[in-house]
Each structure stands twice: as C-alpha cells, then as structure tokens.
C-alpha cells in the first residue's frame, strides 16, 4: 500500500451558509462563501504551490508562492487570502506566474541548506516544490541567515527543531496558537537574524506542551518526529482512534512494514476527525511506545498462590485455569460468587461481551466498570434529569458559546484537545467562570482570562449550584417559557430554590465564595444568549456527586440552556471510553442502552438471543465486590484492563479484598498492582491491535483499526469468549464486526450503527436511528429523551469526610497533561520527562507552618494510611486544600483516599480526604515495599 | 451506604423519604446487602438510621 498523506487544501473551509460558484483553469467548483481560491482550486483537484498555508490555520499571504490571476482583477493576488466571489475566473498557471513562483523559490532557496536531510528523506517540500515551479538551479549567492548556525534542539524527547532547515513561514507559530492556543513559539530577530524561538529558551525548558501542531504544520524538516528521523517515512497508513482521555481523537497510525513486523512512525491527528479536527496532545501524538515496550506481557502466566512464582503456560492452560476455578468456587459457594469488571480503555465489542459472559455465561450481575470511579454519577443524574446517560453537546458545539462555566475540570491538563477548542472560542470573546479550589490554568493563560474564579471548598458543589440556581430564580433571569413547555416539578422546583437558604450570602460559609461574586458569575451565566456547562472529575467523585449532576441540570433547564448548539451539561469523560463501556451494559443494574435488569421486555430480547434465563436482581458493585469479598460471599473476580489496586481508593481495603478472594484473573498489557494479587495474568492487546469502536465524551462511536495483529496472539473479546465457552456457555463470534451487529439489533440507541456504516460516515454520535440515521450531535431538541425534564430538588448533605485538629487539610487528587492514570501506559514513554514522580501540591502558608519549602520529601497521612511524596509550594492552591495526582504507583496516591463515597452510585469520594502533611526525613516503610514489590513484579517475572 | 441514602432523602415527607429510598435500594443494591441491611435492621443495629430502618420495611 502507497503512502499517500492527508490532501492539504491550503486553508481552512469557508464558515458561509450561501455557496458561490468559481471557475478554476476551466473547471467549475461551488463552495462555500469565503473560501479561498486556494480551497476552491484545490476542492476542484488543482494544486496551487505554497509555502506559508496549510488548511488547518488561517491564511497568512506571506510566501507569495500561491499568486494567480483572476480576470478582471489588477496584478497577482495571493490565493490563500483571497476569498471567491460568485462567478469569478481564476487562473494557476501561467507564464507570468510561472515566472514569479520561480523568482520567490530562488529566494527561498539561497536560505535552504543544499544538503537538507529532510528533503532527502522525504519530509521536506522545499526541493520538491522547486521542482514542481521548475526551478533548476538557484541564481543568487547563497545567504547564510543566523539560523543556519544556531543550536540543533533536541531536547524535546519526541521531535527535534533543526534551525538551518527552517525558513521562517511562521506556520508552527500560528499552529502554536491558533490550533493549540499556547502562544509558545514566536519569530525572534528581524531579516536575516530572524528564527523561530521557543521563548529565548530550549524545546523541553519552554511553555510548549508537545501538542506536536507545530511540527505537523513545518513544510521543511526544521521540526520533525524523531521516530521520523531514526525510521523515515512511512510506508502506509491505518485511521485509528487514540486510547487516552474521553476526547477520543482520530489518528492516522502511519506505519512501516506489515503483519507482525509493522513499526509505527508517528500518529498523525485526523483532519477529518470529528472530535479533534486535525489536533492532538502530547500522549496521543507520542505516547503509543508502550505498546512494544519490554514490560508487555505476552503470554499467559498462571500460580496456585500469589506468593508462588508466575509459571508461563498456553493459552488453553490459562482458560481451563479460570474456567475450572469459576465454576468451583460458583460450586461451593454459590452464583453470585463470582464476578466481572471490564475497562473503559477496551473497545465497545469487547467490554459487551463482558458483560454477556457475566450475565448469561456466570449467570449474575456482578459485572461493572472502572466508570464506577469516575462517572457513574453522571450516569445516574443525567438519567435521572434528562432521561438518558450522556452528555447534550457534540465538541463543537462550543464555538458557539457565549459564556462557560467550568465546574471541576481542568482540560488543558485532562482533556488538551478540547481545552483547545475552547481556548480559542474565548480568544473569540466568550467568558469564562471556573469553579474549583485551584487556580487551573485556564484561569489565566495566555489570551485567556476567567470572568471569574470561583474557589470552591472541596465538598460544597452542591451548595454552589444551588446558589447559581437561586440567584437565576429569584432575580428573575430563569426562562418560565422553557419551563413551562419542557420540565416538570417546576413549581416544587421553584419554591425550593428560592428559599433564601440556597442564597450566595447563606452558602458563602459553606463554598467559601463570596456572595457578590457568586451572584454576579450567576447572572453573567444566566444571562447570556448561550451558557454552557463543561464538567469533569471534580464534579461527580464527591459524596453527593450524582446530586451536583442533577443540580447543573436543572441550573441548564431553568435557563433553558438545553436543546441546542452552544449550552448544555457536557461531562469531560476521564477515559477514552467510558461513554461506551457504560453505554454496553456494564453496570450491575442496567442492560446495554441503560435498560435496568428489571425490566421484562428488556430482559426477553437478550434472553432470547443468548439463551439463558437472566437474574432480574442488580449485581454487585466494585465497591461492593471489595466488601462482599471480605465476608466470604464473593471470591473469584475477571478484571479487564483495570488496575484496581492502584486506581481504586483505600488501597489496604482493596488488597485485602483481593487477597481475601480464591481466584482473582488480571488480564491486561503489564503485570500492574492488581496482578501481583492475582492467579492468572492473561495478556491483553493494545490500541494499535484492536479492531472495534471507542465511544467518546460527546457519544461519537469511532472507529479502532488494527495497525498491526494482536501481539500476545488473540483479540481481547475472544479470550472472554473462551472463558465463557470453557464454563460451558457457548459464546462465540466471527470478529469485532458481528459482535456490534449484535449491540445493534439489540440496543434502540444503537440500531443504526455497524462497522460498515461507520466506515463509509467517518463516525457517528447516538442516537443513530431510523429518524436520525447520521447520528445526533445535539440531545434533547424539543423535548428530553424522557419527555420532559425533571427538576430535582438538590438539597446539601456536607459530606462526613472532614478537617479536624489531626487532619487539617483536605487532600483533592486529579491528573497531569503527559501522565495518564495510573500511568501503566505514560510511565512506559518518555513522557516521562516531564513528570517522573507525582508531586504534592501546598499553599506557601501551610507550607511555611509546617516547614516545608519546594522539593522536601514530605508525609501524607489520612484516617487510613500515609505515604511520602515531594512537595510545592504553589500559590494556586487555596489555603487548607493541597492536591496530588496519581499516576506512580511509588507514591500510592489512593493508600490515604477513604471509602466514603457518592450516595447513589458509590463514586469513590477522591477529592474530599481529610489530611496531615509534614516533613519526613525518608521514604516511608509503604512506599519502599511498593518500590520492592514494583520491582519484582514487573520486571523480575518477565518470561 | 445506607445512612448516605437516607440522608439525601431526609428532606422529603416521611413516606415519600422512606419510599424513595426503598426504591433506590431496590433499584441499584444486590440482593444479599438489602439482606444485610434487613438483618442488621432485624437486630436493632444502632447505626442504621431511623428513616433507612423504616425504607427497610418497604423493601
């Protein structure tokens, strides 16, 4: 297969409604008002050369290689900047230009190294496109420009900036900060001295975030991959979706080699991908090494106690292992004895099967999720609203905001593709409220300034969501039409909060916001034309998290901030598909589609297709699993693709859950936390060898492609299968494909997707029905998925997690840009060079009383455990709040996180624990063991 | 678990409070923890709130 690169039209779309019709070198071509001529030749097969413009910036008329001529227009307008009128008559090529083109490329040249690797190599366009103007030989004397003699940067671990290269187009400045919004990249000097800086400073040392546009955006091979440079170009290309957060980027895999022996040359974002449009972050663009790294576990490893050796044994050893030990235990111990948990970083088809094999083939309902730990919430209380489990917006929606207010999130960390999107419709002018303890970035960044700060006390979402309610209410800014006509329990709503106990001046003790500004941040959100809703973990993982849920609905429904683009209440999943894993029936109580058990027609359609009577009964949750295992009723578990051990809070609780089990099956790519208590270690696959769907944040099912064939030699769903056929339950299917066929028949919301369909649309958002065939960007257009919108009555319960004199602080946990997780894959990369240990972040006034300064080793301890970590000291923490994240397994992050949890879903409460911090002197005894265990468990068993 | 359900319903008239809780077990709790919660209702368990103890007969 040809490698053939993404077409590059020269400038973006035109935005226009109204079509024009231009003729170019004879050939007519309608398109859109304010397209470029450049677009529109090349949207009729025509390449104009250019230097300075690429479709994914705005054009920028500098390298006057693109001129032609249009009739009845004076001189040789640049093409990138001017917009088609109807009628008009363009003309690419011709002598004069001919001329002009070959002028330009001279002048260019005499700065371009003759000798250019890049050109050589084939990611360079300056000698092909001298060829292609038909210039042979340059006739001026060669400039040499201080650039020729600057440093070669290659501090970067993931690109290399090669200065003698460059020519100073300024398209990696502009991606830098039309495409990613972080302005780190400028045009240092003037003339001959001018070079394209990172701030005056390195690659690695400056403000970049290793988005990778700039390099993507470089004609020459002035910034280029350093997998480009160690491989060459690829060979061929595979459009895949990435593994990392709920944006759910596309990503053409572009690859050397096929079968076993293909290598990956670099992961270039998708244009044409609907959630990230041609952008990408640091660990989609780069991190993907994991997937070959030595620590992968290939084959499968089983031991008859967790304190024996892993002995290496087939595949059919491995299964009988699971099968044999299941139905023993199910033997003595009963049905329910026994369960599953599936991953949101499996695809769609293979967390379905999951769940089949618990419900049909163990004949239970313990199967759920690692969405238990992070959205479950948002399940419940869009559910329990809106009348379905999703978010209301596709991304792109928020261009069309006029305010956001962000509730515990912090995108340009957990969600950078999307942080960009949003960034540059504030550049545009819409306003900011950020609602959560810490100063995040987006606070105040460069051309971005919130509106307003409102730093929450960790605990009292619900207590400021009601105020925002309340102010909207009672100063008469809510919409009564939209309320009259789409909600229910309006007047019970209204009168509850209304009641001035739901004031800012009442909830300001609570939230600690002042009242003013709190009310002045309400009106500004209920007020504008458009106000939309953007929320992450610091939302749902609170004891009330499926109340804060239900309360920003009902601020979105009192507003009438729903049903349309540009509003909504939009949850930032944490994974990339935990919109999917829960869509897929991966929860205890619901079917696929978020059918609860119960239901007897539901129940019958999957009954009938996999002949077994279903349990009408709700299964256990993972939390209650742990318990459930300490008593003795639930002794063997399937964990899919989650390590439990390190993610899941009370880390003593867990193992001791885990140990307490007689079978306790891992299957995943390393031998993570979780599997040093397990007693079969089945490998699993990668991203880059599945064959599926991931179902992002905004529901768009996209599709996963393998790059090269499983590397352990199975697909993830048929090793499930096979448990489930060695348990006696026939269970089997071709391939991915006929697995969704079968989520389709089965699942309303589904009925229009398959792999061919998604293949011929790009990818698709369910609903994908009969009266919305190309799926459903927008929910709740007229009327809510369950008729009408309940406005629930949100009443404050504080949480029982709270300071006191031993525990002074409150501990709240979330994520870096280049760490993901618990790190299993990003600590496999060299992202590791910019965060190699997780840090424990304190206000300078409890630092200085405790004497601790930037850098000490200092001790974490709650109620449950302490462990040591470094420390600093950073003023965007509010007083009293420090914050970790928990990506190393060295730190245990979760040894200090408590059992409490939400009320409805048993969210774990991750950010609320109440804490001491103080100097130690060393590494605690727990941290050391975890080292030694870490060690010896994933690098000493290594077969 | 039970206490933080009842909780979140003690707002609510007493028998819409005990309803709806009893829903909310009936909906999302495993058989054996409603049997747990029954069993620690039946031995008078001081720790269970009052309202989840009388949801508890509605299960």
Redesign the interface.
């Known amino acids: 297969m040809t490698y053939v690169p993404e077409a590059d039209l020269g400038t973006p779309a035109g935005r226009g409604t109204e079509t024009v019709r231009v003729t170019v070198d004879g050939r007519t071509v309608e398109v859109s008002a304010g397209t470029s001529v450049m677009r529109a030749a090349g949207e009729a097969g025509i390449n104009v050369p250019k230097l300075c413009a690429t479709d994914s910036l705005e054009a920028f008329g500098s390298c006057r290689m693109c001129l032609v001529e249009v009739d009845g227009v004076r001189g040789t307008p640049a093409s990138c900047t001017t917009p088609c009128t109807d009628g008009m008559v363009v003309t690419t090529q011709s002598d004069e230009l001919g001329r002009l083109r070959r002028g330009v490329m001279e002048l260019y040249l005499t700065d371009h190294p003759a000798d250019c690797a890049g050109c050589a190599r084939g990611n360079c366009e300056m000698q092909a496109l001298a060829a292609t103007v038909g210039v042979a030989e340059v006739r001026y004397p060669r400039r040499e420009p201080a650039r020729q003699h600057a440093s070669y940067d290659e501090t970067n671990p993931y690109f290399a900036y090669d200065p003698a290269a460059c020519i100073v187009c300024s398209r990696c400045v502009r991606a830098c900060a039309e495409t990613q919004g972080t302005f780190a990249l400028t045009v240092a000097g003037r003339g001959l001295e001018s070079a394209i800086s990172p701030g005056g400073t390195d690659f690695l040392s400056s403000e970049c975030v290793s988005c990778g546009a700039c390099v993507q955006a470089c004609p020459t091979s002035a910034l280029t991959e350093k997998s480009v440079i160690d491989l060459g170009m690829p060979t061929r290309a595979v459009d895949t979706t990435c593994a990392y957060c709920g944006v759910g980027c596309s990503f053409r895999a572009e690859v050397q080699g096929q079968g076993d022996g293909t290598r990956v040359v670099r992961m270039i974002p998708s244009k044409t991908g609907g959630a990230n449009e041609g952008h990408s972050c640091v660990k989609g663009r780069f991190a993907y090494g994991y997937a070959h790294h030595p620590d992968r576990q290939l084959h499968p490893l089983v031991r008859d106690s967790i304190d024996d050796e892993w002995r290496v044994v087939t595949w059919e050893e491995a299964i009988a292992k699971v099968a044999s030990g299941f139905k023993a235990i199910q033997d003595e111990y009963g049905i329910?004895a026994i369960g599953g948990i599936s991953s949101s970083r499996c695809t769609n088809e293979e967390v379905y099967v999951v769940q089949q094999m618990v419900r049909a083939g163990f004949g239970n309902?313990?199967v759920d999720t690692c969405a238990r730990v992070c959205h479950s919430p948002t399940g419940y209380g869009l559910k329990q609203t809106f009348g379905t489990s999703a978010g209301t917006q596709d991304f792109a929606s928020v261009a069309d905001a006029d305010v956001i207010l962000l509730i515990g999130a912090n995108p340009t960390d957990a969600h950078p593709v999307f942080a960009s999107r949003m960034k540059r419709r504030l550049r545009e002018g819409a306003r900011l409220i950020v609602a959560d303890p810490r100063r995040i970035d987006l606070v105040r960044s460069p051309h971005v300034q919130a509106a307003y700060h409102l730093p929450l006390q960790p605990g009292s979402n619900v207590a400021f969501v009601n105020a925002m309610a309340n102010v909207a209410v009672t100063e008469g800014l809510y919409d009564a039409a939209f309320l009259r006509e789409r909600c229910e329990n309006v007047d019970g709503y209204l009168a509850f909060i209304a009641d001035p106990q739901h004031s800012p001046e009442s909830v300001e003790p609570i939230t600690g916001v002042p009242a003013a500004t709190l009310r002045e941040a309400a009106r500004l959100y209920a007020s504008a034309r458009n106000s939309a809703i953007y929320y992450g973990l610091g939302v749902t993982e609170h004891?009330?998290g499926s109340?804060m849920v239900m309360g920003m609905a009902n601020l979105a429904m009192v507003t009438g901030n729903i049903g349309r683009r540009g509003v909504g209440v939009n949850p930032l999943r944490g994974q990339n598909n935990v919109q999917g894993s829960c869509d897929m029936g991966s929860f205890?109580?619901e079917l696929p589609g978020y059918r609860?058990i119960?239901g007897d027609d539901v129940r019958a359609i999957y009954e009938q297709r996999w002949g077994r009577v279903l349990d009408p009964?709700?299964?256990?949750?993972i939390p209650?699993m742990f318990d459930?295992a300490l008593t003795g009723?639930f002794r063997g578990v399937y964990i899919q693709g989650e390590d439990l051990a390190q993610s899941d809070p009370n880390t003593q609780h867990v193992q001791a859950a885990l140990r307490a089990m007689d079978l306790v099956v891992v299957q995943d790519l390393f031998l993570n936390e979780t599997a040093r208590l397990a007693h079969v270690f089945l490998p699993g696959t990668s991203f880059l060898e599945k064959d599926g769907t991931f179902t992002n944040a905004e529901r768009r099912i996209n599709r996963v492609r393998p790059v090269f064939p499983p590397r352990q030699g199975k697909d993830e769903w048929q090793i499930t299968c096979e448990i489930a056929q060695a348990m006696g339950y026939p269970m089997r299917y071709e391939n991915a494909a006929e697995i969704m066929d079968e989520i389709a028949a089965t699942t309303p919301t589904f009925a229009g997707v398959s792999f061919a369909a998604l293949d011929a649309e790009g990818s698709m958002q369910w609903p994908v029905t009969a009266a919305a065939p190309h799926g459903t960007p927008t929910m709740h257009v007229g009327g809510f998925v369950r008729g009408k919108g309940l406005l629930v009555?949100t009443?404050y319960?504080p949480t029982t997690e709270r300071s006191n004199r031993r525990y002074p602080l409150i501990l709240t946990t979330g994520r870096i840009l280049t760490q993901y997780n618990v790190g299993s894959q990003t600590r496999r990369t060299d992202n590791n060079a910019w965060h190699l240990e997780d840090i424990l972040e304190i206000h300078p006034a409890d630092a200085e009383m405790r004497g601790i300064s930037t850098g000490d080793l200092v001790q974490l301890s709650s109620r449950v455990g302490s462990t040591t970590l470094r420390a600093r000291v950073s003023s965007r923490m509010p007083p009293g709040v420090v914050y970790t994240t928990f990506h190393h397994p060295v730190t245990g992050a979760n040894v200090v996180t408590t059992e409490n949890?939400d009320?409805?879903?048993?969210c774990p409460e991750y950010k609320v624990t109440a804490v001491q911090v103080g100097v130690a002197n060393a590494r605690g005894e727990t941290d050391l063991e975890a080292e030694r265990r870490r060690a010896g468990v994933e690098y000493a068993h290594t077969p | 678990?039970g206490n933080?359900?009842a909780?979140?319903f003690?707002?609510l008239p007493y028998d819409k409070a005990t309803a709806a809780i009893a829903t909310?077990l009936r909906?999302?709790?495993?058989?054996?923890?409603r049997n747990a919660l029954r069993r620690a209702v039946a031995a008078g368990d001081s720790d269970v709130d009052p309202l989840l103890r009388d949801a508890t007969a509605k299960l």
Do not use: C, K, Y
């Open positions: 329910g309902n313990n004891s009330q109340t205890p109580h609860h119960s009964e709700p299964g256990l949750r209650n459930a009723t009555e009443v319960v949890s009320w409805a879903t048993n | 678990m933080d359900i909780r979140q003690a707002h909310h909906t999302f709790w495993d058989p054996r923890m």
